[in-house]
């Protein structure tokens, strides 16, 4: 089927670039150019990926993109202004799948969309042993949810990607890079910064569920490590 995406940015000019490049790419895009009523915009066309700017008539694309993530986890890749590492983390930190700076090459984002859906494709199926237990915990994969006992989390799917990493090597210290490669694909470049922001998120909802904070360690000079053996 071909991907549908949704393009969300005031700028008509970028739209008519954006929408003739990636619809030459196998993409079918529609657009909207407004913040307040993204969601609602989401909702009705149920794309396979957003992409969204910061910078938006009726409200910002950071409430908008809190607004959508309340309503489903469509996949979301944010456009921020270059340099501008708070609108990039506070992004993030609302559940973006990925950002790219502004300007960029339209083949970047290309890049990107395909690395985010090869992500989201490449998810295993329910009843299809999408279930990972580590040290107590059971995260559901598909459902992106982590349970301790009966108490649950809802994770983004950044978050699942990355707490899929570590669990599936308990105890054993993964690098920025080794984390990456898995969660990203090999021919994908990320921002690092990023697992840093999402390891802060996991830990603060490890510690909401009652798992700890300590449940995902540093390790100074390798990188993090889910501690199976750790302790409620």
């Known amino acids: 089927m071909t991907p549908r995406i949704l393009l969300i940015d005031d700028d008509a000019g970028l739209r008519e ?26 909702r009705q066309l149920r794309p396979d990926l957003v992409v969204l700017d910061i910078m938006l008539p009726g409200q910002d694309g950071l409430a908008a993109l809190r ?15 270059r340099g501008d590492d708070a609108d990039r983390i506070v992004g993030l930190e609302l559940g973006a799948d990925d950002y790219l700076p502004k300007p960029f090459n339209p083949r970047e984002l290309d890049a990107r969309i395909r690395a985010v859906l ?37 994770l983004s799917t950044a978050e699942t990607r990355l707490l899929e990493a570590l669990m599936s090597r308990p105890n054993l210290p993964l690098s920025r890079d080794d984390i990456m490669n898995f969660t990203r694909g090999r021919d994908f470049m990320g921002f690092e910064r990023s697992i840093d922001v999402h390891i802060s998120k996991l830990r603060a909802k490890l510690e909401s569920l009652g798992a700890g904070r300590d449940r995902i360690r540093t390790v100074w000079g390798q990188g993090y490590l889910f501690d199976a053996g750790a302790q409620r």
Do not use: C, H, N, W
């Not at 670039?17 to 993204?38: C, I, K, N, P, W």
């Not at 607004?67 to 202004?81: F, H, K």
């Not at 009843?127 to 108490?151: E, H, P, T, Y």
């Open 67 to 81: 607004e959508i993530r309340s309503a489903g986890d469509t996949p979301v890749i944010m456009l921020t202004a």
């Open 17 to 42: 670039l954006l929408g003739e490049y990636l619809s030459g790419r196998g993409y079918r895009v529609q657009f909207y150019e407004r913040g307040d009523g993204a969601a609602d915009e989401v």
């Open 118 to 154: 090869r992500r989201r494709s490449g998810a295993p199926s329910a009843g299809s042993g999408a279930d990972l237990q580590a040290g107590g915990l059971r995260l559901q994969r598909v459902q992106q949810k982590l349970f301790l006992g009966d108490a649950s989390v809802e």
